[in-house]
């Protein structure tokens, strides 16, 4: 008894014999096998272990729906788990593992849980779990052992080696699914010159005619894919549309080497497609469905197509006697051709009137036994005998049963049409009665689904309806509506019970979930569909209920006394069936997770021995250690020598916008708080800009180079906003002005040279200009040609300050930033000066009480932040008006101030909160932004915002809190401008 | 994935683009002191079930600011215009006036402007 | 983290010149920046247009204004059109200090370093291209494409089938041609010598 391989017949490549693992133990198959044919046809019927019972599982089926033949498959790092064994092709040295067994698949301790059976039913967690009694704790307890009993596969925790794709693709139509009828759909369409795309889950195009046993069927197939790729077709195989969005974008996850020993190196080993076309055609099928009966979970009850599948795809018997039952005619076929191949049948038909076919399966020896339905399935570890009732018209089942000897038992309730993607799109889908099934509704978009997926399941009108839609496409008007119907009436069936008998029928055997379960949720009050299928799992697990979302409404509509498909359905949501986070991440991972951007100094900070750091997507030098110095000695160094000689910084990454044009200074003094119509050619001026709301959005130097061209700086990271905000001033509010803005931060290099001696650096470099304060006042601005080497090179000069001290910043188009920057360097170099990074830039800004987006976060206005004064009386200026209401007045308002610890050997973090000593808890009174250990005043000192401002607190302690790192350090507040308050530096 | 057309780039993936918001208002007069009519203007949005008019700025392409009319169930993207009322002549080839110098708003004062 | 050093004049100076990737056969992608070109940016308002189409005809023999996502080539000069109202002229040569006033109504403006051209060529360069960018490369030779590419502005001139010039913003370039470098691994990818950019060299 049991499965075996054919001597001869299907697809498989006899020549080519593959090996494997199965648990350790290697058998054999063939190239063209799956995991699932190669296991049956070496008799192994048990394959793993069921969710929440632990009951043995075989395979059930021979396509995406299986709920039993799931493996973990290879090992280490490329470990996966929930394959499908039967979609997975067979390939050298795989390694397959049975899931959710241990100690082992034949001696499984979980086997356990089928004896709590009682109360392991629908609910289970809520209810053992939730309530006044039990607390997180307990769950926690309990979660490590469940964790363990439970569960489906077992994922590699080791980094994915794997590199994945995402690539873009257009066409004019998508078929989805190479069967007979997408096939003719594709061909015809590429034959018509449409640019077509064909994608098949499978390794092989053909769909049923693959597992049909017939020539004809196999030359059909090779006519068609011939047709369609000498019209310029492309086939896409292994590929699965896993979801279907808005503008008929579609994903397609195509598996390029799993099925392959030796990957190409370099080559992704899955790709997401997106694809966008102008028509999708789904010919994605029908996916047989069985009906609920006891113990139907057996190893060795399947599909009754997929008995015909093994045989005539793959040369496998999955078994020598076998028992099928059904409630159509389509099954005859199936038994007829099995028979034909040496197996021994007894079919069984729930409908009382014999079927036209019966004679024909009758002669070719099989047994044929109308009104009879199965009961339940003799055998634990497999099949071994098969119970079977009578059944009359009314569909009242007798209590007398026989029972027959079987290996295998195959099951068919009919067929479901494909319908995940349409249901995507929210196309709800509709019952349709005369197949016992659910269809999709109408859609106004380019969807078009065509053949059985539509509920059409006689082959030829298959045909007619891809030929009518390729004329839909052209446009054309297209001919008679097809009928849905299955040949020779079906018996609606979705549940076998018998009285007085309580037997465990799955309707989900991946999750376990049996008929009862359905039941006692509607008896709890879960009747809407939505509820029964959360609280039950039902088709939540990787077959997404494709064999039991049919059966498991059906037995909730009886419950509630409706008509099945009139209960409502779960929607159908992306993706179709599992996909990788890998392929959904593609190359955005590790350095690419996101872009990164450099400066045109960039190299030179690395050649200095800078230690960069991340500001945004930026890279900036952080600090420029010399010899043996960590961060700290480093930073001060740099302050130190800022203040008392001379230091450079790259400043490259502000934001830099070209604003040109008659109405750029009418546009410049809308757009800024303070006065901007007056300032003159050759000055520049540091500006606030609002929001509409009246918060501060940015701030920056605008310089004006000529009466209708100005150069606009802005913070790094605001760089981008602004930008887009221009534009959208330019667009949408202000359309009668005439101006031109333009991104220019990557066409100028930017550094900044500070100190007592940054002139006479500057003024040694760059001879040609007149460096006096009367030719070059605070906040000037000059133009110079400069020559280097063999180039003149433009050059803009600012007279700016950020760092508080005399400060000059140096623009030069980014191509010669690096030769500037090194001439620079090696004078201040020569001076005895330094370079500076961000650690010291940021100690010497907080010392001066310069704010940053740190303090500009967005949610401040011009006078928390000490700005008030700037504010113009005469002119309006974005949020001049909603800045004045009167919850912004609050005197209580956080205000910009300076932080020292009242013990100066403390520290504190930036992002503490600041409390009164007696209430340190909630929001507190205020926050801490930026904290440095001050080169220049020898403690830690810390910038933030605390209600009402210095003057509030003047005299008083504050708590600076930060319970995170447990560090509560008492403080006073101080005036924000910490170090030269008056700016004697920077401006004498 | 919205498809959205740009006049001037074509169809795009909504990715290219920054939601700005509600286009069907418009902001008072910058020199327009009435605090009530700025509340409205910058706080208050209708919700609509259907039709919405909104901004799109295409970001990552031509720069320009886009008025969609979009079915807020459904997605779908009924109309895509340039916000800016003299664009659409830009895409015309009409030979208009030979005028080289740009219209400037200078003459006119804060007054006139939108917002 | 340690960093290799970059030569500056050559941003893909890290991806050494030669083959790399798959072996066998031709490459499916080949990488060439190419520098020198200089990129003047001149601007139009609405009511300059048909006047600054007369001029692009009079000052630079450029016989029509780009339409939409297109480019217009002349003698020396290759115009693109990146925005409704912008115009991208790509020379050999610096122009701006030879403009006579007359052009200061368009306020041209030099953003030359801003950019860095790279030509990606081959069998497998719109494929490669369209691992990142979300646009039908089947469209007409000569289509100039403002799209993005891991989620940065880019653009894209298509020369032909197998030729593309990205114009990457100079500050993103390492990472993006690095990015699309790994990716062009599969095809196998060869690396050339930067080149003097020349308007012949990017013509269809």
Redesign the interface.
């Known amino acids: 008894m049991g499965a075996y391989r054919l001597n001869k017949g299907g697809r498989i490549n006899r020549d080519k014999e593959v090996f494997f693992r199965f648990n350790g133990r290697r058998l054999k198959g063939f190239e063209g096998d799956t995991i699932a044919s190669a296991l049956l046809a070496n008799n192994v019927r048990q394959v793993g272990r069921s969710f929440k019972y632990h009951r043995l599982r075989g395979v059930m089926s021979a396509g995406p729906e299986e709920g039993g033949a799931l493996f973990n498959v290879n090992d280490g790092a490329m470990r996966i788990a929930n394959v499908k064994g039967t979609m997975a092709e067979l390939r050298d040295d795989m390694q397959v593992y049975a899931q959710n067994a241990f100690p082992s698949l034949a001696f499984d301790i979980g086997a356990v849980n089928g004896l709590f059976a009682p109360f392991l039913t629908a609910g289970f967690y809520y209810k053992t779990f939730m309530g006044p009694a039990r607390t997180t704790a307990f769950w926690m307890f309990c979660e490590k052992f469940i964790r363990k009993a439970a569960g489906l596969g077992k994922a590699s925790r080791l980094p994915d080696p794997d590199s994945y794709d995402i690539a873009y693709k257009f066409c004019d139509v998508l078929v989805v699914g190479a069967g007979p009828t997408g096939l003719l759909a594709a061909a015809e369409l590429a034959e018509q010159g449409q640019k077509v795309v064909l994608v098949e889950q499978d390794f092989e195009v053909g769909g049923s005619l693959l597992s049909g046993g017939r020539t004809e069927e196999f030359t059909l197939r090779d006519t068609l894919l011939k047709r369609f790729e000498k019209a310029g077709g492309q086939v896409m195989l292994r590929a699965t549309a896993f979801g279907l969005?808005?503008?008929l974008?579609t994903g397609v996850l195509e598996r390029c080497s799993d099925h392959q020993s030796a990957p190409e190196p370099f080559s992704p080993r899955e790709i997401s497609h997106?694809i966008?076309p102008q028509h999708v055609v789904l010919a994605t099928g029908a996916c047989e469905r069985g009906f609920a009966f006891g113990n139907n979970d057996r190893p060795g009850v399947m599909l009754a197509g997929a008995l015909r599948s093994y045989a005539c795809r793959y040369g496998v018997m999955a078994g020598r006697s076998a028992v099928i039952a059904t409630c159509h005619d389509g099954t005859y076929d199936d038994a007829i051709m099995l028979a034909s191949l040496g197996m021994e049948i007894t079919l069984i038909d729930a409908r009382n009137k014999p079927s036209r076919y019966a004679k024909k399966a009758q002669a070719a020896g099989i047994n044929v036994l109308a009104g009879k339905v199965p009961v339940n399935v003799a055998g634990v570890k497999s099949v071994a005998a098969l119970e079977i009732a009578d059944i009359d018209e009314a569909g009242e089942i007798k209590e007398n049963t026989t029972i027959i000897g079987c290996d295998v038992v195959g099951v068919s309730g009919g067929y479901s049409p494909v319908i995940h993607l349409p249901s995507h799109r929210?196309i709800k889908p509709r019952w349709e009665a005369s197949i016992n099934a659910f269809v999709a509704g109408k859609t106004p978009e380019n969807i078009h689904i065509i053949g059985s997926a539509d509920g059409i399941f006689d082959h030829q009108a298959c045909l007619d309806n891809a030929l009518q839609i390729t004329q839909k496409i052209k446009g054309q008007k297209t001919g008679v509506k097809l009928r849905r119907r299955v040949p020779g009436g079906m018996r609606a069936l979705f549940e076998v019970q018998i009285k007085g008998r309580k037997l465990k029928s799955f309707i989900d055997p991946q999750h376990d979930v049996t008929s009862e379960d359905v039941r006692q949720a509607h008896r709890e009050g879960f009747v809407s569909v939505e509820h029964m299928k959360r609280y039950t799992t039902l088709g939540m697990a990787t077959d997404q209920g494709r064999v039991g979302n049919v059966l498991g409404l059906a037995v909730m509509a009886q419950a509630q006394g409706l008509a099945v498909g009139t209960t409502g359905v779960t929607t159908f949501r992306p993706p179709y069936t599992p996909v990788s986070i890998g392929a959904l991440a593609a190359r955005e991972r590790g350095r690419h997770w996101r872009p990164t951007r450099r400066t045109p100094m960039h190299h030179m900070h690395l050649a200095a021995g800078a230690v960069m750091t991340d500001a945004g997507a930026w890279k900036r030098a952080w600090y420029y250690p010399r010899g043996d110095e960590g961060i700290d000695e480093a930073y001060v160094r740099e302050a130190a020598t800022t203040r008392q000689n001379v230091a450079m910084v790259d400043v490259s990454t502000l934001g830099k916008i070209a604003v040109q044009?008659?109405?750029a200074t009418?546009f410049l003094n809308?757009l800024y708080v303070n006065p901007f119509a007056k300032l003159a050619i050759g000055k520049a001026r540091y500006g606030i800009m609002l929001r509409?709301?009246g918060m501060v959005l940015d701030d920056g130097t605008t310089w004006r180079l000529a009466e209708d061209n100005y150069f606009m700086t802005t913070t790094t990271a605001q760089a981008g906003p602004v930008m887009?905000f221009l534009?959208?001033l330019?667009?949408?509010?202000?359309?009668?002005?005439?101006v031109h803005v333009t991104s220019v931060t990557d066409q100028w290099a930017g550094m900044a040279v500070a100190g007592p001696y940054a002139r006479e650096v500057l003024a040694a470099e760059f001879p040609q200009l007149n460096w006096s304060d009367e030719a070059f006042p605070f906040m000037g601005v000059v133009e110079v040609t400069h020559r280097l080497g063999q180039h003149d090179i433009t050059c803009r000069i600012a007279r700016i300050s950020f760092s508080g001290e005399r400060a000059f910043e140096i623009y030069v188009p980014s191509d010669s930033g690096a030769q500037i920057w090194s001439a620079l360097a090696d004078r201040v170099n020569e001076a005895g000066g330094c370079l500076y990074g961000m650690e010291a830039l940021g100690a010497l800004r907080i010392e001066k009480g310069h704010v940053t987006a740190a303090e500009l976060d967005g949610r401040v206005t011009l006078e928390d932040a000490g700005f008030g004064r700037m504010a113009s009386k005469t002119?309006?200026?974005?949020g001049?008006?909603?800045r004045?209401?009167s919850s912004l007045q609050d005197e209580r308002r956080p205000q910009l101030v300076g932080i020292f610890p009242k013990d100066r050997t403390k520290k504190f973090s930036a992002g503490a909160i600041l409390c009164t000593p007696d209430a340190v808890s909630g929001f507190g009174e205020g926050w801490v932004t930026a904290v440095t250990h001050s080169p220049a005043l020898g403690h830690w000192i810390g910038l933030g915002f605390v209600a009402g401002g210095a003057q509030a607190w003047q005299g008083k302690t504050i708590i600076v809190a930060d319970p995170v790192r447990d560090n509560f350090v008492e403080a006073e507040i101080v005036s924000p401008h910490m170090f030269d308050a008056k700016g004697d530096r920077q401006h004498g | 994935?919205?498809?959205i057309e740009c006049?001037?780039?074509?169809l795009?993936?909504h990715?290219?683009f920054?939601y700005?918001e509600d286009?069907s208002g418009e902001?008072?007069a910058?020199?327009?002191?009435?605090?009530e009519a700025?509340?409205e203007?910058?706080?208050l949005r209708d919700n609509p079930r259907g039709m919405h008019i909104e901004?799109w700025?295409h970001?990552?392409?031509?720069?320009?600011?886009l008025r969609v009319s979009r079915n807020t169930l459904?997605?779908q993207i009924l109309s895509v215009m340039?916000?800016?009322?003299?664009?659409k002549?830009?895409?015309s080839d009409s030979?208009?006036?030979?005028?080289?110098?740009?219209?400037?708003?200078?003459a006119?004062s804060?007054k006139?402007?939108?917002? | 983290m340690a960093e290799k050093l970059l030569n500056p004049a050559e941003s893909l100076a890290r991806l050494s010149a030669g083959r790399h990737g798959k072996k066998g056969g031709k490459p499916g992608v080949e990488f060439t920046e190419l520098h020198g070109f200089t990129i003047t940016q001149i601007a139009f308002?609405?009511?300059?247009?048909?006047?600054?189409k007369?001029?692009l005809k009079r000052q630079f023999s450029v016989p029509q204004m780009p339409e939409?996502?297109s480019s217009c080539r002349t003698n020396g000069f290759l115009c693109l059109r990146?925005?409704?109202?912008k115009l991208w002229l790509v020379s050999e040569k610096p122009i701006l200090a030879d403009l006579p006033a007359s052009m200061n109504?368009y306020y041209p403006l030099d953003i030359s370093a801003s950019k860095l051209c790279l030509l990606v060529s081959g069998p497998k360069a719109s494929s490669l291209i369209n691992r990142q960018a979300?646009?039908d490369l089947s469209c007409p030779d000569g289509q100039f494409?403002?799209?993005?590419m891991h989620?940065?502005?880019?653009h894209i001139l298509k020369i032909s089938e197998d030729r593309y010039l990205l114009m990457l913003p100079s500050s993103f370039a390492e990472s993006l041609a690095d990015g699309l470098f790994d990716i062009a691994c599969q095809f196998g990818v060869q690396i050339s010598k930067p080149a003097k950019g020349s308007i012949k060299g990017i013509e269809g």
């Open positions: 969005y808005d503008g974008v997106i966008h929210g044009g008659p109405d009418e809308r509409d709301d887009l534009e959208e330019l667009q949408r509010r202000w359309t009668d002005l005439r002119k309006p200026f974005i001049s008006v909603l004045q209401r | 994935m919205l498809r006049p001037f780039c074509g795009r993936n990715d290219e920054t700005l286009g902001m008072p910058l020199d327009n002191i009435d605090g700025w509340y203007a910058v706080f901004d700025h970001t990552q392409g031509c720069r320009m600011v459904t997605h340039p916000a800016h009322p003299d664009y002549e830009m895409f030979a208009k006036s030979a005028n080289s110098a740009p219209k400037s708003a200078k006119k804060a006139d402007g939108r917002g | 308002f609405p009511e300059q247009k048909a006047a600054a007369a001029m939409p996502t990146p925005e409704l109202g109504k979300a646009v494409i403002a799209t993005g989620h940065v502005g880019v």
